[in-house]
């Protein structure tokens, strides 16, 4: 009895002046059609203060409404609706302010009484987006900006998003121009409305606007139109040279050649060259969501590793959009999701971002293979962690677990790797194939039997990992679940694929153009398979390689390096010191650093010269790799 009245007094503690009838206020949703429309517009021309201000009309009845922000992102895989940049929300009905109550246990949700004679409710609410990168992604900007209705709306509870119609509208900075994969109803002024649609595909079809704007066809006079629409900080960004074009144009259809099918009316890349908005790789079903840096078109030859990002994420309208992992496919957007089966969604999907960038030219077949090896340098020797603690299958987790938090020692927490782990393991699988089948079958046959059915639909799809196994011995007759299972839930290298494909993986002390670009980009030097660590410009170190030579010497993550064997620190210093230490046992690698406010001189006893993964031809094999990269 005592014990009941503490837990009584601790509940009422912890609730304050909230009542335990909270606690079960949250409605679960319903297959049932919601009786009325969302109306919602959103003033996006505050670009000074980078505020979206959003006003939402509900039908209600009279009582207990809760509201919801969306929470669980498709595409993130997580619980990462930005509720923390949701402010001065209003609720109104018949003229009067409501009180409305967030519930205690979820943060996502608002509790609100309708009172009687009312049939609906007005809400009003500010989108505070990110004023810096340290808070978050940046959406907007004094030239373009990235609307996304996930952050930008409240929905009712009760209800399968799916079942629920929305007619939306926004308003954009004058002269500016947008593109959506939402069709246009009507335009006034600056003022777009778009056609009614399910708020399941609303949030699933962002905008981007700009007034910078290119719009490209890249399936001319096709049935189901294909748009690339580009906004950028500067016009001069916006040149397309016509063999740029004609890659672009090429990914189109050497997708359609593989899948048979698509699953779209029409299909709008979203596309910001800019180093004021945030990147992004987003997919979804009808558009896709990507941001990568002005010189996209202009720098082609510097901007090679980027480039397989479209065809990542167009790959998603097929893997990830259309079918997706059945314990993904929730009702509504704040029901938690469960990723077990990312190692296709994803891995797959980073599988055909390589081969359709090879396929329709946005790489040529050296930049594939040295990307491939990067990639397969990792699953060898750059995640101790895999090959320990951790499997594949369990990586699923992270987006819950860590959010892409930055992590350290990342080589060892292997933090989302069903990515590309995922990717060598479903390049493994197409070595399997060609070999149980005399090369007659390959992975293509399995991804137009997956994703290539139903040409036109695009209704949600799952899928089951039987349903995988059941596909491949479909294919070709195999004990796939074990074979899958051992990659998935076992430890070691993932690198059979470059083998059954007539490669190997070789290391020389010459970084590959891959290399280069990575330690470009990341503006570091990349030394994680020799001295085990990665350095920036600076001196900092971004991560040592667990139980790697850098690690028994002491050195960890945070610590900045000072000085090599008595020079100053350069990302040449440490490679020449490296070098002569291959050269000379006896040569050492003192590297002055600096712990916080202390320094120390740690002594590395490495002396096997530099290491940059290669790929090489193993002669007595068929190149099969040529063939999986090769045109259709």
């Known amino acids: 009895m005592k014990a009941t009245r503490l837990a009584s007094a601790l509940a009422a503690a912890v609730l304050g002046s909230a009542s335990l009838a909270t606690l079960a206020a949250v409605p679960s949703p319903q297959d049932v059609s919601f009786n009325g429309t969302l109306k919602i517009h959103v003033d996006a021309t505050d670009i000074a203060h980078r505020v979206f201000r959003v006003t939402e009309t509900v039908p209600a009845q009279p009582g207990p409404l809760t509201l919801l922000y969306p929470e669980w992102l498709p595409g993130h895989h997580s619980p990462s609706g930005p509720i923390d940049k949701l402010a001065g929300l209003v609720v109104k009905a018949n003229g009067q302010v409501l009180p409305w109550t967030r519930d205690p ?55 399968y998003a799916s079942r629920i119609p929305a007619e939306v509208s926004a308003t954009y900075p004058a002269g500016w121009q947008s593109a959506t994969a939402l069709d246009v109803a009507s335009t006034r002024g600056n003022t777009v409305t778009y056609k009614s649609i399910d708020f399941d595909d609303l949030v699933d079809s962002p905008v981007y606007a700009g007034k910078y704007f290119k719009r490209v066809d890249l399936d001319p006079g096709a049935a189901a139109p294909v748009h690339l629409n580009i906004v950028a900080d500067d016009p001069k960004f916006l040149e397309i040279k016509p063999e740029q074009l004609k890659a672009h144009q090429n990914l189109v259809q050497q997708m359609y050649k593989m899948y048979g099918a698509h699953h779209y009316n029409h299909y709008d890349f979203l596309l910001s060259l800019s180093e004021k908005m945030s990147g992004q790789g987003l997919e979804h079903h009808r558009s896709s969501e990507n941001g990568v840096g002005t010189g996209y078109f202009t720098d082609w030859e510097k901007t090679a590793l980027g480039r397989d990002l479209l065809a990542h994420e167009y790959n998603h309208s097929w893997d990830g959009k259309y079918r ?35 396929r329709s030219g946005l790489w040529n077949a050296d930049q594939t293979r040295d990307m491939l090896a990067f990639v397969a340098a990792t699953y060898d020797k750059g995640r101790p962690g895999l090959a320990s603690w951790r499997n594949v299958q369990d990586t699923t987790n992270d987006p819950i677990i860590a959010q892409r938090r930055p992590l350290p ?34 992975i293509d046959d399995f991804g137009k039997a997956f994703f290539g059915m139903n040409n036109g639909d695009w209704k949600v799809n799952p899928y089951t990992f039987d349903e995988v196994v059941k596909t491949l ?3 070709a007759h195999y004990d796939w679940a074990p074979y899958l299972r051992q990659r998935l839930d076992g430890h070691g290298p993932l690198i059979g694929g470059i083998a059954s494909h007539g490669w190997k993986l070789v290391y020389n002390d010459q970084p590959s153009a891959a290399v280069k670009a990575v330690e470009a980009r990341r503006g570091f030097t990349d030394l994680s398979f020799s001295l085990g660590v990665s350095v920036a410009k600076d001196g900092d170190i971004a991560d040592v390689l667990w139980d790697g030579p850098a690690f028994k010497a002491g050195l960890s993550p945070g610590m900045k390096i000072v000085a090599v064997n008595g020079k100053e620190f350069s990302g040449d210093t440490i490679k020449d010191a490296i070098t002569a230490a291959a050269k000379d046992k006896n040569a050492p690698i003192q590297l002055l650093v600096k712990n916080f406010d202390e320094y120390q001189t740690l002594a590395v006893p490495y002396h096997e010269g530099l290491k940059y993964p290669h790929l090489e031809r193993d002669a007595g094999k068929p190149d099969r790799l040529a063939e999986l990269i090769k045109a259709r």
């Open 105 to 159: 246990l979820d943060v996502y949700a608002f509790h609100v009484e309708v009172p009687q004679g009312a049939s609906q409710v007005e809400v009003y609410f500010e989108f505070l987006s990110a004023q810096d990168k340290s808070q978050g992604r940046v959406t907007m900007t004094p030239e373009m900006l990235n609307l996304q209705w996930s952050s930008t709306t409240l929905y009712p509870a009760g209800y």
């Open 409 to 442: 020692y990342r080589n060892y927490q292997a933090s989302e790797d069903y990515y590309s782990a995922g990717q060598m393991i479903w390049l493994d699988v197409d070595g399997k194939l060609r070999e149980l089948t005399g090369n007659k079958k390959t």
């Open 473 to 475: 011995e479909g294919i």
């Open 324 to 358: 997706r992992g059945a314990d993904l496919a929730t009702p509504s957007f704040n029901v938690p999701m469960q990723d077990s089966l990312l190692w296709v969604y994803e891995g797959q999907t980073q599988f055909w971002g390589y081969v359709m960038a090879a």
